[in-house]
Every structure is written in structure tokens, then in C-alpha cells.
């Protein structure tokens, strides 16, 4: 994959006499914010619009673009200089996610996050949502299975300030991060919000 990064160079944000375009400036931040992601490995839409509005020198919060901006951004970039490059990668991760919910399929699996939704690179990790009695279920799969992992925490939220921490197992396959978020069986029913447009997570299973 070709690296664009060293051909472009963020300008900054200089304050003048006249009033700045917020639309234009908008723009800029979620432009730059989708290059973090896509060229820099960002995962989080949050912490490159962050970083965008540093490298631009931007602080007034009324210009910063919301997330789906970003994410309009992100494709738009990919499909300027990823292209086929990116498709591919898509499909490579797609497939070790199917392979991964065949494995799991005991527990449910359903894939979420940017692998599902399009947005995904080449450093994306694997996203699965998977239903337990007892979160040490997975640990014992995984070492059954002798998998190593480790043991991360992951906010599952319910509303946009509101949210629960759950056990989740990372492991790789092959270059792939996989994440396995837990959900107890008791909670079949509970539809967590993607965190980053705040609407009902799309969910995956091996048939869809």
C-alpha cells in the first residue's frame, strides 16, 4: 500500500481579521481527522478529532465536526487513495472474521465495529460480541484451545453518558487483533449504542 502520509502536510490555522469559514474549518478538522485514521492507524473517532484540531491549531469547539462527518471523511479518503488496496484489506479482515465467529459460534458471535460498518484498515482490529453465563468461559475456550490473550475492559454503553464495563479477550490471528466483548446471556436483549454515532450498534451474525 502506498504511504501518503509524507505528501501531505496539515496547514495550520492562523487566526486573521476575517471572520473563518466554520463550515470550511469543519471541513479541515474531519479531513484531517480521517487521514489520522486511515494513514496513522487511529481507531478512535474521538481521540483523531482531537488530534486533528492540534495539528490544525483549531480550539473553538463550535467548528469541530461530529462524528458521521468524520466518518463521510473516512470513506471519502478511502476511496481517493486506498481504493482497491482498501477493498482488499476489507475483505481479508471479513474473513478471518467469519473464520473467528465459526470458532466461537458456541457463544454467539456477532461482528460489530468498523469491519462490519466499511470503515476498517489495515490496522483495525476485529470486533465480536459474544454471550456468556460467565465471562471466564472465553478464558477457558481460549486456553483450551491454547490461545494466548489478554484480558482488556470495554465500555458497552447503553445511553450517550451511561455505560457498563465488560471483560474482553484480545487475541491475534495471524497480524489481526480480534476483540471478544463480553455479554451476559442475561442481557440477550440489551442493544448497545455504537459510541460514536450513538445510535443502536449494527450486529452481524455468521448467516448475514
Given at each position: 500500500?502506498?504511504?501518503?502520509?509524507?505528501?501531505?502536510?496539515p496547514?495550520?490555522?492562523k487566526?486573521?481579521?476575517?471572520?473563518?469559514?466554520?463550515?470550511?474549518?469543519?471541513?479541515?478538522?474531519?479531513?484531517?481527522?480521517?487521514?489520522l485514521i486511515?494513514?496513522?492507524g487511529?481507531?478512535?473517532?474521538?481521540y483523531a478529532r482531537k488530534?486533528a484540531t492540534?495539528r490544525?491549531?483549531?480550539?473553538?469547539?463550535h467548528v469541530f465536526?461530529d462524528?458521521?462527518?468524520i466518518?463521510t471523511?473516512i470513506k471519502?479518503h478511502q476511496?481517493?487513495?486506498h481504493?482497491?488496496?482498501?477493498?482488499r484489506?476489507?475483505?481479508?479482515?471479513?474473513?478471518?472474521?467469519l473464520?473467528?465467529?465459526?470458532l466461537?459460534s458456541?457463544?454467539?458471535?456477532k461482528?460489530?465495529?468498523s469491519?462490519?460498518?466499511g470503515?476498517a484498515?489495515e490496522q483495525s482490529?476485529?470486533d465480536?460480541l459474544v454471550m456468556?453465563d460467565?465471562?471466564e468461559?472465553?478464558?477457558f475456550?481460549?486456553?483450551?484451545?491454547?490461545?494466548p490473550?489478554s484480558?482488556?475492559?470495554?465500555?458497552?454503553?447503553?445511553?450517550?453518558?451511561?455505560?457498563?464495563?465488560?471483560?474482553a479477550?484480545?487475541?491475534?490471528a495471524?497480524?489481526?487483533?480480534?476483540?471478544?466483548i463480553?455479554?451476559?446471556?442475561?442481557?440477550?436483549?440489551?442493544?448497545?449504542?455504537?459510541?460514536?454515532?450513538?445510535?443502536?450498534?449494527?450486529?452481524?451474525?455468521?448467516?448475514?
Amino acid at each position: 500500500m502506498k504511504n501518503y502520509s509524507n505528501s501531505y502536510k496539515p496547514c495550520s490555522y492562523k487566526p486573521s481579521s476575517h471572520k473563518p469559514d466554520g463550515h470550511k474549518l469543519q471541513q479541515q478538522i474531519a479531513v484531517e481527522a480521517a487521514r489520522l485514521i486511515n494513514e496513522e492507524g487511529l481507531d478512535n473517532v474521538h481521540y483523531a478529532r482531537k488530534k486533528a484540531t492540534q495539528r490544525l491549531g483549531i480550539t473553538d469547539e463550535h467548528v469541530f465536526p461530529d462524528n458521521e462527518e468524520i466518518l463521510t471523511q473516512i470513506k471519502v479518503h478511502q476511496s481517493l487513495y486506498h481504493n482497491t488496496a482498501q477493498e482488499r484489506v476489507l475483505t481479508e479482515l471479513r474473513q478471518t472474521a467469519l473464520n473467528a465467529m465459526k470458532l466461537f459460534s458456541q457463544f454467539k458471535a456477532k461482528l460489530i465495529g468498523s469491519v462490519l460498518s466499511g470503515h476498517a484498515h489495515e490496522q483495525s482490529s476485529i470486533d465480536l460480541l459474544v454471550m456468556v453465563d460467565s465471562a471466564e468461559e472465553i478464558a477457558f475456550f481460549l486456553m483450551e484451545h491454547k490461545i494466548p490473550y489478554s484480558l482488556q475492559e470495554w465500555k458497552l454503553f447503553s445511553a450517550k453518558h451511561h455505560y457498563q464495563q465488560v471483560p474482553a479477550y484480545q487475541f491475534y490471528a495471524g497480524n489481526n487483533k480480534i476483540n471478544l466483548i463480553t455479554l451476559a446471556e442475561r442481557e440477550r436483549k440489551l442493544s448497545p449504542l455504537n459510541p460514536t454515532s450513538w445510535k443502536p450498534m449494527q450486529k452481524a451474525t455468521i448467516k448475514q
